[in-house]
Each structure stands twice: as structure tokens, then as C-alpha cells.
């Protein structure tokens, strides 16, 4: 089992940055693939960004490609996402989870942190 806890959180004005953490204690980091969610009041759960431990394969959702940056940092068991010209649509409680194939190749989460409010005001 991995744990998992975000922080970094805030509020910030538009065009601003904020970038955000998530710590990892458990099992062997290197077996997940680490994601940033985000979920504003009254949408869904939407993805923002992976990465694997072995630092391939960044991914990012559309609206955010090239304001966001997803890394890690494997001796401090740390996921963060840089955030930079933050919009006001970018409002909302982020949450990081840990997820993986399993035999099957079936995708699922195994872990998630509480989250973290970010507020961005015009």
C-alpha cells in the first residue's frame, strides 16, 4: 500500500504559480505511475498530468500542456506539478494518485492523497 499527501496549495491571481507536492510512503514507488486529478465544484474528477517513476512518458491534458510540468523526485519519494500561468478555470481541489496495470493490463488508482485547494482569482 502507498500513502499519499498533497500540499502546495493556495491562492494565486491569474498568472501567477503555484507548485504542488505529493508524498509517497510505502510500498516501492517504482511500481506506480503517479497522476495529478483535479475536480471543481460541480464537475467531474478530470486528469491533468502523469508520469511514471522511471520518468518517461509525461502526459498532460490539452488545456494545460506547456503551462503545467509533472516531475519527480525519487530519493525524496516526491511527485510535483508546476503550475504557471494559472486561469481562473484552474480553480479547483487537486489530488495526486498512484495507479498501475495489472496482469490483466487493466489500468486502475491504488492510492489517493486528500487533495488540495488552489484558487486562482482574476
Known amino acids: 500500500q502507498v500513502s499519499l499527501v498533497e500540499s502546495g496549495g493556495g491562492e494565486v491571481q491569474a498568472g501567477g504559480s503555484l507548485t504542488l507536492s505529493c508524498a509517497a510512503s510505502?510500498?516501492?514507488?517504482?511500481?506506480?505511475?503517479m497522476d495529478w486529478f483535479r475536480q471543481a465544484p460541480g464537475k467531474e474528477r478530470e486528469f491533468v498530468a502523469r508520469?511514471?517513476?522511471?520518468?518517461?512518458?509525461?502526459t498532460y491534458l490539452d488545456s494545460v500542456r506547456n503551462r503545467f510540468t509533472i516531475s519527480r523526485d525519487v530519493a525524496k519519494n516526491t511527485v510535483y506539478l508546476q503550475m504557471t500561468s494559472l486561469k481562473p478555470e484552474g480553480s479547483a481541489v487537486y489530488y495526486c494518485a498512484a495507479g498501475g496495470r495489472n496482469a490483466m493490463g487493466i489500468y486502475s488508482w491504488v492510492s489517493w492523497g486528500q487533495g488540495t485547494q488552489v484558487t486562482v482569482s482574476s
Open positions: 508520469i511514471k517513476w522511471n520518468g518517461d512518458d509525461e
Open positions: 510505502g510500498r516501492t514507488f517504482s511500481e506506480y505511475t
